[in-house]
C-alpha cells in the first residue's frame, strides 16, 4: 500500500511520524475526505479550496501550493488505482517539542491515503436511525479540524444505544451529525442549517443545494428546531460517504410515516446522476 507522506509517496510500512508531531499533542491540523467515484476524486475542487480554507483559518501554512496538493493526490490515486472509495488527507502544524504556542520552525506535515470502500447501499436504501445529543463542539465547526473528540464520543454513545448514528443539538436548534450534514423536509420545502460557524461546510450539502434547485425543490438555508425536526415529513443524513442517507427513526420514534420518503428518493436518484 502506498501512501502520500510528506512530499514522496512511499510504502506505508515505511512511514514514520515523529512522537513530537503537534497532531498528537494537540490534534493541531486540519483534514479533509475526498469521495472516489469511477477512479476519480469527486468534487475535487471544492475540497481541495476547503482544504485550504480550513487551514488558512487555522493559521497553518501549506507545505506547498494547494494546485500542487491536488496533483499530488492526483498521483496517489493514479498509484493505489482504487475505484470507489475515500481519499483521506491531513496537514498538521509540524514536528517540535510539546508547547501550546506556534512553534518558530515547524514545517507542516501532510499524509494522505486512499481506502477501497462500497457505497453503504443498505442504509441509503432502507434508511438509519439517529439518537439526538446535545452539541458540545467548539464554536468554529467550519473548520475540518483534526480535534475531533466530540464527534467520536458522539457517535459512540449512538453506536453504545443501537443507533447508527447522532444527531447534534445547540440551544434547541439542530445542527448537523457527527460526520456529516442534515436536511429536514417539511410540507415540500427542504431545510438545512445556514454555513456558518456550527456547521462543516460540507461538499455534498453543497451539491445537494444545487440539485434541489434543479429540480424545482424549495431549500432553505436556514436553522430549524427540535420540535422542527420530530415533526419533520423526512429527514436526511448527507455527507461524502452517506450520500443522501435517509433518517426513519429519531430516538426510537418514527420520522413522517417511518418510512424512506419521497424527496430522499428524488435527490438520492439525482445525486447518484452527479458521479455515475
Ligand atoms: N466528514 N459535518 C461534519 C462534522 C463532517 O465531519 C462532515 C464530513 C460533513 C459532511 O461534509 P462532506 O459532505 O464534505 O463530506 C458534515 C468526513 C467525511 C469525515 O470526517 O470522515
Partial sequence: KTVLFKDRLIP????????DDRGYY????????????????YEQEAHLLRLER???EARIALPYPIREIGRKLEELLNEEKVLGG???????????????????RAFPVLS???????RPLEKIRGGIRALLLPDLR???????????????M????????GYDEAIFERNGIVTECTSSNLLIAKEGTLYTHPANEFILHGITRGVVI????ELGVPLLEQAFTVEQLMKADEVMVIGTMAEVTPVVQIDGKPVGAGQVGPLAQKLQAAFEATFD
Fill in 112 to 118: 494522505a491515503f486512499c481506502k477501497s470502500a462500497e
Fill in 154 to 161: 458522539a457517535k459512540q454513545q449512538a453506536i453504545d444505544s
Fill in 138 to 152: 467548539w464554536l468554529r465547526c467550519d473548520i475540518k479540524s483534526l480535534n475531533m473528540m466530540p464527534n467520536v
Fill in 54 to 56: 480550513s487551514a488558512w
Fill in 210 to 213: 444545487r440539485l434541489a434547485a
Fill in 26 to 41: 494537540f490534534g493541531d491540523g486540519v483534514y479533509d475526505v475526498f469521495r472516489i467515484y469511477n477512479g476519480r476524486l
Fill in 12 to 19: 506505508k510500512e515505511e512511514v514514520s511520524v515523529s512522537i
Fill in 86 to 104: 475515500t481519499l483521506y488527507v491531513q496537514i498538521t502544524r509540524g514536528e517540535a517539542e510539546r508547547i501550546h504556542h506556534f512553534p518558530e
